[in-house]
Each structure stands twice: as C-alpha cells, then as structure tokens.
C-alpha cells in the first residue's frame, strides 16, 4: 500500500470531499492552507495555527532558498522540526515568486537566472533545483517547477509559457525521482484559453503526477475570469487525484472554487488582512479601524468561537489597532483562520450531506445582509 493516498467520500454536483492520506497526518478535503511564507504563519504560532483546524500549510521555496537557504533548514533537522509543524507542509517550486520579480530576472530554457530582493545576490532556479531545495526542506507535498504569465497576455505567449512548463514538469519528476511518503504535483497552465489548458493537462498526465494544480490563474484576470476558466479546467484533471487551485482567494472565491471541483486552496489574505485591521465574518468584510468601533462592546462575529470573538470586543480589537499592538495582529489573524478553516468545515459537511446548493445559497445570503450594526 502507498504511503500516500487521496479518497473521494462524496461528491455533489462538480463539489468533492474527500482525503489525502500522508505519513504526517490526514488532509481533509476541501482544504484550505494557511501560509507560512518563511516558516511562520505571521502573527501566529503553530499551535494555535493548529487549532483552527488546518491539516496542511504551505512553505515558500523562493524565501526560504535566500533566507535562511534550505541547506541550513536540511541541517536543523528539515522544515517541520524548524518551524515546531508536525503536520504536512506543501511548498511551491518559486516560479510564481520569481514570475513576479520582471525585470531582476532572466528566462531560458534551463530555467531562471535572478537576483535577491533581499541583498541583490544572483540566483538561478531550474526545475532541478527547485527539486533539490524542496527535498531539503523535507515537503509532503512537491510542486513542479513552472514559468506562470501574467495576465492579460497574448495567445503567443501564454502557449509559448505554457509548453515551457510542460517541458520543465517532465525534468521536475525526473529530478523528484522515487521519494515514498512525499507527493509531486504537476501544475496545469494555459492562461484562459481552454485549447491551451487541455494541452496541458493531456501533457501533464502523460507524465503522472500524485496531484494535479490549476495555476496560473488570481494573477489578474478577475473572479468572472477565473470561474470562466474553472468550469472547465478542473474536469480536464484526473478524477481520482487532488485538485489544487493555486493562490485563492476571499471566501466567495473559495466556494465558487469547491462548486467547480477544487479540492485544496492557499492565500494570503487571512493573515495579511488580519494585520491590516481587515476580519472576515459570515456577513462579509470588518473594517476595525472605523471609528464605527470605538464603542462596540459586540464581538466581531458573535456565532464564532474563536479567541477573538470569545474574550474581546470590537471596541478593544479597534483601541489596539489605532495603537499598532502587536497583538491586533494575532487576534485578526486567528479569527480569519479560524473563519476560514469553519468554512472548509461547511463545505465538507454540505458536499457529504449532499446540501452543497443550500449551502452555498444560505452563504451569500448571509453576506449580502452586511455587517449590521444593531446597537
């Protein structure tokens, strides 16, 4: 039997929920990953990144690679013991990162040539490269080495990006080689264009990969866009593999996403919005620095049992962000996690109940009432 394996329980409709089986523990799907850019998830400490009920997070390679390079994390007893994670870790091959570095980078063929945004140092990142530093981080999950456009960008060039990374997935598993325990995931890309994405996903299965991502897309092209792009894009992957949609997104992106027949998400924005003062709550966005605040003894979010919600107000929460403390970050943070992982839940449970459209409906519901203030 294999180390690793993923199960369907359920579908409804193009939704799925299932699992992905690893030797560190048990990915429910859908699942969301917290960020852990450079082995931390800001603001927050594993344990309790934990206890908002994420199975997985996601690690940087292009970060980690300068600083503090993955020869010295390999050193320190691999990622996991690093960063006090001992559940699975997903880290993506750095493509997008350095995609998004224009004019400090070279392209070839063999792969990128850039310079540090840290200190200016150059660099070069192949598809085998990528393979070695992920393999010293110690990943569960591996993500193949791509080039990502853009977008817009011409038909040209997104197929000329497009057949790069076909080329580049195919030296990644070669390099990846025989690792039991650890998963490699080809990425699908092909910008909008769904000839292009069929190419792709018809190369990249002639390979065979563990998993499967939809990238290239949250880069530009807007949510009308990318759901355009996923009612097709995930059918084209193989059915009894994960689905991983790369770099999304806010909640409505997320169930639009699930409806469409992803399985695995990452983003950003819960933490990162949580340092800028921004919740995410069943009725939509909170804005705590609004002086709306200052005298709100409600929490944010009064259905919701995280830390945040439990023992502050919304009055608090804005004192100390007008005061830049630290801890309005932490406690922003942990309920948008927290949100955000009790939304994967619902949608695990509505897919299993065969109530994805109930669910989904009661959602935007939801949001479109508002953050009322009922004081």
């Given at each position: ?7 369907l329980h359920?579908t409804?409709?193009?939704?799925r ?5 690893t ?5 429910r ?7 852990g ?28 690679m ?9 050193r ?30 070279k392209?070839?063929?063999?792969g990128?040539t ?6 200016g ?42 057949r ?6 195919e030296?990644?598993?070669?390099a ?13 890309q ?7 994405r ?23 092209e ?26 999304v ?8 996403a ?30 705590i620095?609004n ?20 023992n ?12 830049q ?13 927290h ?6 839940q ?6 299993a ?18 953050d009322?203030?009922?004081?």
């Amino acid at each position: 039997m294999s180390l690793t394996s993923f199960s369907l329980h359920a579908t409804d409709g193009a939704a799925r929920t299932g699992q992905i089986e690893t030797p560190r523990g048990v990915i429910r799907t859908p699942a969301f990953m917290p960020v852990g850019t450079a082995a931390t998830v800001k603001a927050m400490m594993p344990e309790s990144v934990a206890a908002t009920g994420a199975d997985i997070l996601l690690g940087n390679t292009y970060h980690l690679m300068l600083r503090p390079t993955a020869e010295r994390i390999d050193r320190l007893g691999g990622l996991h013991k690093f960063m006090n994670w001992d559940k699975p870790i997903l880290t993506d091959s750095g493509g997008f990162q350095v995609m998004s570095l224009a004019d400090l980078r070279k392209l070839t063929e063999k792969g990128v040539t850039f310079k540090s945004h840290i200190d200016g140092s150059k660099h070069e990142l192949t598809p085998e490269r990528s393979m070695e530093i992920q393999k010293l981080l110690g990943s569960d999950i591996v993500m193949c080495f791509d080039e990502c456009p853009a977008l817009p960008a011409d038909r040209d060039r997104i197929a000329q990006s497009m057949r790069l990374s076909m080329r580049w997935a195919e030296r990644s598993k070669d390099a990846f080689g025989d690792r039991p325990g650890h998963m490699l995931f080809g990425i699908q890309q092909g910008g909008l264009e769904q000839d292009f994405r069929e190419e792709s996903a018809e190369a990249l299965k002639a390979i065979g990969f563990d998993g499967y991502a939809v990238g290239g897309l949250a880069v530009g092209e807007g949510q009308e866009a990318m759901f355009g792009c996923l009612d097709f894009a995930p059918g084209q992957l193989p059915e009894d593999k994960p689905r991983y949609l790369m770099g999304v997104g806010k909640p409505d992106d997320i169930v639009g996403a699930v409806r469409r027949g992803i399985d695995m998400m990452d983003c950003v924005l819960p933490s990162r919005s949580g340092r800028t003062g921004q919740a995410w709550t069943r009725r939509g966005q909170v804005n705590i620095k609004n002086a709306r605040h200052q005298d709100d003894p409600r929490p944010l979010d009064e259905d919701c049992t995280c830390p945040a919600c439990r023992n502050y107000s919304r009055a608090y929460l804005h004192h100390v962000f007008r005061a830049q403390e630290m801890i309005s970050g932490m406690l922003l943070t942990w309920h948008n996690l927290h949100y955000y992982q009790e939304l994967m839940q619902g949608l695990r449970d509505a897919i299993a109940a065969g109530e994805f459209a109930a669910f989904e409906t009661a959602f935007h519901a939801k949001r479109a009432e508002g953050d009322i203030d009922r004081l």
